[in-house]
């Protein structure tokens, strides 16, 4: 597949950073002419995995959260996250709807959110490297 446009951005992982992370992504994802349905997907999407490098990726140290979107000729969109953090020891229990590691206040349905409103999603993670979520989504030509 031919990229038509790219972005990355770095961002410092503080909860200010998280609207912006959102809204900018949203904007340049609208090139494509999406349905309000399909901008709201990937904002939400991105919400969430950003959120989670905020929350649980720096609990006791602040760090960097690097995004990449990818435009490609076919209207796919490929979203890419990334922290260098603590890292998930148990990706597929950490994907599990309301598993959290972020106490009482988290309700523990990021993955599934992300799950929901894109396409596919896939996590890597390796202890003390960082977590890397990749979001997909296809926006239908009208």
Known sequence: MKVKNQLKMQLQAKSANESFARASIGAFV?????TIEEISD??????????????HAYKNF?????????????NKVKIVIRDKGCGIDDVNKAMQPLYTTGGEERA???????????????VI????????VTLFKEIKSK
Do not use: H, W
């Open 30 to 34: 609208a090139q494509l002419d999406p």
């Open 42 to 55: 990937i904002k939400t999407a991105v919400s969430e995995a950003v959120t989670n490098c905020i929350i």
């Open 62 to 74: 602040s760090g960097e959260i690097y995004i990449t979107v990818k435009i490609f000729e076919n």
């Open 108 to 122: 523990g349905l990021g993955f599934a959110v992300m799950q929901s409103f894109c396409d596919k999603i896939r």
């Open 125 to 132: 993670s390796k202890i003390g490297k960082g977590t890397t």
